[in-house]
Structure formats: C-alpha cells, structure tokens
C-alpha cells in the first residue's frame, strides 16, 4: 500500500486557479496593506523581467510590508531580517508553499518537497536526511573532484573561439578559448547531482540518449516565459515544450527506479532510501511519489549550484583583488594539492568561504520564498488576511542598506565570522529557514566550493569586454543570456 499523496489542488486548470484567485481574494475580511493594487501591465512585465529594483523601490517607498498587484492577484512582499524570521521561522507554520504561487512548479516537479506541505512533508524529508547528513555528504567529494576534472580537461581540448561546452578535439593556445561557463557548469553539476545523490549512471545507455542538461533548460525556461503564455495549453505552447522535456527525463527516472526494485540493486543514495522507505503503518512510496522526490532534487541539486558557480565567477572576474585573495589561500593552504573533506567542510578556506556567502548573498538562488497564509495575522504593524498569496524575498532583503553597507558592492570581508556573528536574526537567508531550510544546502555548498577551487587552480577566467550581465527568473535567478567568459590556462600559481 502506497503512502497517501498530499491533497491535490482545486484544480489544476489555469482558467479556473485564475478565477478562483480572484474570488479568494474578493473574500478577504481586511485590507491589503499599502501599495500598488491596482492592475498594471507595465508593473506586472516589470516584475516579471526584473523584479529586483521594483521590490526596492516599493520598499522606500511603503516600507517593510506592501502589495502588489501582478498579473492577476495581489500579492503581499514582506522584507527585511524581522519579516524573514517570521515567515521562515517563528510563525512557519502559518503559511503553506502548495498553493502559492510555487504551485505551478508541480506541473514540472509534482509533489516533492519543494510542492508540499505538513505531514507529508515532513515524512518525505525524513526519509532523505540520512542522505545529507554530514559523513555522506563529506564521501561524494571524489565524485565531485572526479566529474570536475574530466570536465576541467574538456576545457584544455576547446579550440580558440570555441563557444560549447561540448568536448571536441583540438588545440588550447594562450590566446584562451569563449565558453559558456554558466551552459558548461550546468552539465558538470547535473552529472554530479546524477551520480552521488542518486546513483544513476550519466553515461549509461539511457542517458546517452537524452541530453539531461538541455532538458532541464528547456523545462525550467517555462517559468521564464511571460504569465498569459503560461497559461496557454495546447501543442506548440510553451507548456507543451515543458511537458515534452519532462516525459523525456521521466523516462530516465522510471528506468532506474525499475531497475533497483527488479534487481534488488542499492547503495547509499537518496534513490535507495526512497524505494526501501516505509511508515509506521508499513506503507512505501509509489513510483509517482518517487519520481516526483528525485524530479525535484535533480532540479534544486544542480540548478542552484549552476548559478552560484556562474555568478561566483563572474564577480571574481570583476574583482582582481578578491581573486588573488583566493590564489594566495590556495597556495598557502592547498600548496597544488585536491582540497581535502574537511578543508571543503569547515574552516580550512576562510577566504573562499567569504566570497561563496558574499556571492550567495548578492545572487541568492532561491530569490523568493513565495507562501499563502493560512490564517489572520499582524506583522511589523500590518493585518493580513488569511489565504494572501505572501512573499518573502532573500534577494531584495539582502540588497537593503540599512542591512548590508554597500549593498551592491560585491565584498567577501562582510562575512568575516566577526561581521557575521553581528547580523541581526534573518539578515541573511539564501537558503531559506526553520524547517524549510534547503535540505541539500551542505552538499550544494561543497560542490560550490569544489568546483570553484579546481577551476580557479588551473585557469583563469575573464569576461568578454562587451559582456552585460542580465538575470532571468526561472524560477531560481541566473545569467539570462548564460555566461560567455574568455577561459586562458594559468601560467603560475
């Protein structure tokens, strides 16, 4: 007997979620707090394409607490280490992720963690820590370092000009050759992702066949496109090109979890713990329920290390002083060997361990923690009614000024253990909080820091001089047009 699913939506249909929204909001027993709820095309494209400087701006503005009204719905945004607290930790309980405006998401990832809620939440992330308590994580470190290298010596394989992250043959000259790094990052962490969280073979005979990271591309671009279109279905839409690439990576997925459960086959992984997984009533997951947890892991667990990576590099590139900080450690501390578990784990790299917070606080992943009230209440001196559609924002808390000096500058030495200590509670959530802390956030940090460390000691890296960064929302933040940098072998170290 399966273990029971998380209650389905009221529906799934757009037309009807749309009118719903506006009939659940009609019935709202207070008012919004201050803001811009009238219906706006202009605001709802500008949240759409770039949020950032319109949340900062309603901040000035209205203060930690305010509405807006995108597309169709009003949505309430708190901000700042008081709100963030209160959503993630102290009152946690109070809002529900599954009928947010995270509920889209379950036509990609289904009920996972990231799509559910309660009971059955708190049943699927038991049955994954042991996965990412600290031993396991600490043991997919030659993995890292061994999908890291293969992928590091395709680089020394790309020929001048060269713009895919491919391997091809042919000569590496000191001219430096363009890759994608963001395009060549996600193929390496998806691969990692692959094999030390789920045991499944990326080079195996079902996964020759399809091209993973492609398919996740194509799939999370879906929630980049703009809200009229997504509401489209039919062929040609852009929900049909998701659910094409999805059916594709549920193929792989399906494969597998057959394979384990005819063949007996299992190791260490959180695809193991699924499968053997039981409750107290004795009753185990479904293939669906399965699939749906390792849909949703294999999207967080290389999607945000992909952009990290992406925009760790490109600051650095920006910043030569903050890079041969990170030159001198490696020297001092690595002396050209492999960083060991515990250098990655703990405190063995302080000067790498500032510009991963300091980038994760300038490009948190997870921008947004969108959440639906269930009940009444009052936060910084504003009533919100139950049932709102509320947001709490890590990218736009961590840009504020009164929290963060210069929060557009981009300064590892704010995260000296002193400077961080003296945060005020909920300043700082790339990850989330309370029980909703990313629960692959320890290996996601490692294979940062891997990735980053291995690189940097082999090449170096500059941005094309013509090169603007833009960033996309799909639905975690990265380089919306990727991330072309002139990649050179470093002479010295």
């Known amino acids: 007997m399966p273990i029971a699913s998380p209650k389905p939506l009221r529906s799934y249909n757009p037309l009807v979620v749309f009118v719903q929204d506006l009939l659940d909001e009609r019935s709202a027993t207070v008012p919004y707090p201050p803001g811009d709820t009238r219906p706006s095309w202009r605001r709802t494209q500008r949240f759409a394409n770039d949020p950032l400087p319109l949340l900062l701006e309603s901040y000035e503005r209205y203060g930690p607490v305010f509405t807006l009204r995108l597309f169709h719905a009003n949505s309430v945004f708190v901000l700042g280490p008081e709100a963030n607290h209160y959503i993630t930790v102290s009152n946690a309980s109070n809002f529900i992720w599954r009928t947010s405006m995270f509920r889209e998401l379950i036509g990609f990832t289904g009920d996972g963690l990231l799509t559910t809620d309660g009971a059955y939440h708190r049943t699927s992330r038991q049955i994954m820590l042991p996965a990412f308590h600290r031993e396991r994580i600490m043991a997919s470190l030659d993995t890292m370092v061994e999908e890291t290298t293969a992928a590091l010596d395709t680089l020394e394989d790309l020929p001048p000009a060269h713009t895919s992250p491919s391997r091809l043959p042919g000569p590496f000259d000191g001219a430096g050759c363009t890759v994608d790094i963001y395009a060549w990052t996600r193929h390496l962490a998806l691969r990692i992702a692959m094999r030390a969280l789920f045991g499944l073979d990326p080079d195996g005979a079902q996964a020759r066949e399809i091209d993973a990271a492609e398919l996740f591309e194509q799939t999370l671009s879906f929630y980049s496109t ?57 009753a185990s997951l479904s293939d669906l329920q399965i699939r749906d947890e390792v849909m949703t892991l294999l999207f ?62 300038m490009y948190p992943p997870a921008w947004i923690g969108p959440r639906r009230s269930v009940e009444s209440f009052e936060l910084l001196g504003h009533q919100i009614h139950g049932g709102a559609f509320v947001n709490y924002c890590s990218w736009a808390s961590h840009r504020l000024p009164g929290v963060f000096g210069e929060p557009d500058s981009f300064r590892p030495d704010r995260f000296t253990p002193e400077a961080k200590a003296a945060l005020p509670r909920g300043a700082y959530v790339p990850f989330g909080g309370g029980s909703r802390t990313c629960i692959g956030m320890r290996f996601g940090q490692l294979e940062v820091r891997t990735i980053a460390t291995l690189l940097l000691s082999r090449f170096s890296l500059s941005l094309p001089e013509d090169f603007e960064l833009t960033i996309r929302q799909m639905p975690t933040i990265s380089p919306r047009e990727g991330l072309p940098m002139i990649v050179r072998p470093r002479t010295s170290t």
């Open 300 to 361: 967080a667990g290389h999607d945000t290390t992909t952009s990290t990576v992406s925009f760790m590099l490109y600051e650095l590139a920006r910043h030569p002083e903050a890079l041969a900080g990170l030159h001198a450690e490696q020297h001092e501390v690595l002396a050209g060997a492999n960083p060991t578990p515990e250098q990655l784990m703990g405190e063995g790299l302080p000067q790498l361990e500032m510009v991963l917070e300091e980038t994760l606080r």
């Open 226 to 282: 703009g809200y009229t279109l997504r509401m489209l279905r039919g062929p040609l839409t852009p929900w049909a090109r998701q659910q094409q690439a999805t059916r594709k990576l549920n193929r792989l997925i399906y494969s597998e979890i057959a394979r384990r459960r005819r063949t007996g086959a299992r190791s260490e992984d959180v695809l193991s713990l699924l499968i053997d997984a039981h409750d107290e009533d004795g």
